[in-house]
Nanobody
Framework: QVQLVESGGGLVQAGGSLRLSCAAS????????MGWYRQAPGKQRELVAT???????NYVDSVKGRFTISRDNAKNTVFLQMNSLKPEDTAVYYC?????????WGQGTQVTVSS
């Protein structure tokens, strides 16, 4: 089992920044990739950004140039730096880890961007 604990969400004005953190614990060896998903009210959960164990990153088009995903392997933590936030970024953000074929999710953290 892998446990994921997110932090860093909150309320911010449009144009502002937030940094999300996700700390992994448990059977963290052989985690292939970690990432962030988000789900806005009435919408499906969508991929925001991922980072592999080798450091390769991937972003949804709507956040490219504004969000940066990174990881601290020594602390088993992944970060999502979100800049130039827009009201449409408002959602619950979930940390995700893929270990072999097992998917693990955090409890989610609310990000609200006011206009």
């Amino acid at each position: 089992q892998v446990q994921l604990v997110e932090s860093g969400g909150g309320l911010v004005q449009a144009g502002g920044s937030l940094r999300l953190s996700c700390a992994a614990s448990g059977r963290i060896f052989s985690i292939n990739a970690m990432g962030w998903y988000r789900q806005a009210p009435g919408k499906q959960r969508e991929l925001v950004a991922t980072i592999t164990s080798g450091g390769n990153t991937n972003y949804v088009d709507s956040v490219k140039g504004r969000f940066t995903i990174s990881r601290d392997n020594a602390k088993n933590t992944v970060f999502l730096q979100m800049n130039s936030l827009k009201p449409e970024d408002t959602a619950v953000y979930y940390c995700h880890a893929l270990r072999f074929v097992e998917n693990y999710w955090g409890q989610g953290t609310q990000v609200t961007v006011s206009s």
